[in-house]
């Protein structure tokens, strides 16, 4: 049973993400893939956990906690579910592996990509 304050936090992400959210393609391990809002943090470049020298783009996005709407935490699987988006505006969208969950609410997940 949701909470008052479990609701109000729904309401607000989908708020959210209908105002500043891009569409992507959420491709979980298991099932059909689909088109979800994301908000897209590109932040530039940075180190590749568990690598001695590699470089790769920082990404991070934030999508509805919920499986109609986003991605549920509860469907999740780390470092096998995947999303397609343009690592930079305007270029072509690329399959990205969703790594961890960084950050979550009722409301909000937020993914590290790689």
Known sequence: MSTEI???EQ???LLQL???GETV???PAVGAERG???IVERNGIGRVAGTKQGTGPELAISVANSISDGISSA???KNQDKIRLAVNF???PQDRLLVKILDQ???MLVLEVR
């Open 36 to 38: 979800i809002k994301a």
């Open 6 to 8: 479990e609701t109000a």
């Open 11 to 13: 309401k607000a992400a």
């Open 105 to 107: 609410d009722a409301g």
């Open 18 to 20: 209908a105002v500043w």
């Open 25 to 27: 393609v959420y491709i």
């Open 90 to 92: 305007g270029e072509t």
């Open 75 to 77: 469907e999740f699987k």
